[in-house]
């Protein structure tokens, strides 16, 4: 692989233990390693990336995402309602998908994510109809060329038996743990700088068996992988919660061994004080999703709360059936404004929501070799040109970022390669795609 040098950026914000911001420096990778910063470096024989005007940021991370609804943006009869109602009138819709549109819907929401600046994505995929498997979501992304996390998701409990989902989507407890542990075997890789990192993640407390909650904690510690699942997403969930289970939802979690350092948990908008405590002190990390919460009217989750507490919180754009947008820079800029709505002005800056998009994701899904700009973390970052109408007349480009924008990267570089050149992806011929994805589209609408 050739080197790259990224040379003479205006900023490159690093998010190192100082938190230092660069002016005028360029940055060395090699072998997908961030090699060296600094003004004037010479390296023969790499290809330049001149980032004069432009800063420089650790690739963004997306903690929380169901790749395959982005087939499903914008349904009518799910617009306009609450999660659950939203459900009902989705699953019917998903339960028609099939190999072909996981892997085309994936792609198009790993593009439209490489575009906004991430790196890497985690994905929640918990339905598996007519042959779909998780190996179609992790070929697309090989593709693309983003880091990836998957989650192999599960619904057992059908509408027969009193769950949410129709029989038709949901799977046995045997069937589901066995490709869980497919899955890991196949794709999980535990070393530094892995691009696939398999997790488990029975869709949500409300579809699945308290069985299977423990089942899957227990599989995910002996295979040493990591537990994701969506939880107190609104007031209905934790009273769902609090009728069949008989506790909170942190309680629930907690007796069934999901928290802890390898666990985190998506919205998260309900938590009260002792759960944010217990959350805190079991280092259990947070996905906030905060576009998706107000699409679905879910609330504000208390992100304050939780970054004074010391609970682990990264970003997640969600569903894109529930956002309906993916782009994770955006989801900065709403995660700002939503906190300053629920607590004034001064709530979180724009440096913090940035810092909760790189090093906050890279702590949720325990990856200590990305989050920042330093020697000997992995390659993956975020250029943004500063040059356009969106932050013409902005004082302070690293603010601008998040308040103004671009909300498109001008490059994107991950693990040393190069994904996005001057706003365009290199992996994969998009146009192409989006008439594949809107065929798709209006097959499942017809
Ligand atoms: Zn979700």
Sequence with gaps: MQDLLIRNADVVVTMNPARQELRGTDIHLRGGVIVALGAGLVVPGARVIEAGGRVVTPGLINTHHHLYQTLTRAVPGGQDALLFGWLKTLYPIWARFGPGEMFTSAQVGLAELALSGCTLTSDHLYLYPNGARLDDTIHAATEIGLRFHPTRGAMSIGESAGGLPPDSLVEGEAAILNDMIRVVDAFHDPRPGAMVRVGLAPCSPFSVS????????????DKGVMLHTHLAENDEDVAWSLARFGCRPGQYAEDLGW??????????VKLDGSEIDLFAQTGTGVAHCPCSNCRLGSGIAPVRAMRDAGVKIGLGVDGSASNDAGNLIGEARMATLLQRVAHGADAISAREALE???LGGARVLGRDDLGSIEPGKRADLAIWDLGGVEAAGAWDPVAALVLCGPTRVQDLIVEGREVVRDGQLLTVDLPMLIERQNQLARKLAG
């Design 210 to 221: 308290r069985e299977l909650m423990r089942d899957t904690a227990s599989l995910a510690r």
């Design 259 to 268: 928290t802890g350092p390898d666990v985190w948990h998506a919205h998260c």
């Design 356 to 358: 909760i998009a790189t």
